[in-house]
């Protein structure tokens, strides 16, 4: 399965899914994925409480198992390291996603940094410059951010 993933990573982002003529979830998976652990090591410390947000989010969200999701994150976060910035991913949850599911997507970047009961000056970079690339309205980026302040 883990070869299979690493399969679709290396097709090209235009590929599409024969079934469905969309990109493949599984890329949207990744792609999210890679968008909270971006959010998660901005402050170069990424918190055990960080980390069980984000299994939790990928569990509940995509309908996932434990193994599925520690092997959704070690892709991700290949898939992170490896990238020389974050666009490639917003861009395709852009493609794909509605504005309230984009909306969704920054609700969860806030639960994310307030996880650990603290905002770094970082992570509060990376969430404006996240809300800026999904094209979501600075107001509706700050509510989201209400929601989760500790």
């Known amino acids: 399965m883990f070869e299979n ?9 235009e590929q ?3 079934d469905r003529g969309t990109p493949s979830q599984e890329r949207i998976r990744i792609a999210t994925a890679v968008i909270l652990l971006e959010v998660a090591h901005a402050d170069d410390e990424f918190s055990p409480q960080e980390h069980t947000h984000i299994i939790n989010i990928l569990k509940k969200g995509f309908n996932l198992d434990n193994a599925r ?11 992170r390291n490896g990238s020389i910035d974050i666009w490639h991913f917003t ?3 852009n493609e794909n996603y ?6 969704s997507i920054i609700e969860k970047v806030w639960q994310v940094i307030y996880a650990d009961g603290r905002l770094d000056k970082y ?11 999904l094209h979501i ?9 209400l929601k989760f302040l500790p």
Do not use: F, G, T
């Open 5 to 13: 993933i690493k399969n679709l990573l290396s097709a090209q982002p």
């Open 123 to 133: 992570e509060d970079y990376i969430a404006h410059k996240l809300s800026n690339l």
């Open 69 to 79: 999701v520690r092997e959704l994150i070690e892709i991700s976060e290949e898939e």
């Open 16 to 18: 599409e899914d024969a």
């Open 91 to 93: 861009n395709l949850i």
């Open 137 to 145: 309205p600075h107001r509706r980026m700050i509510e989201a951010k």
């Open 98 to 103: 509605s504005d309230e599911e984009k909306y």
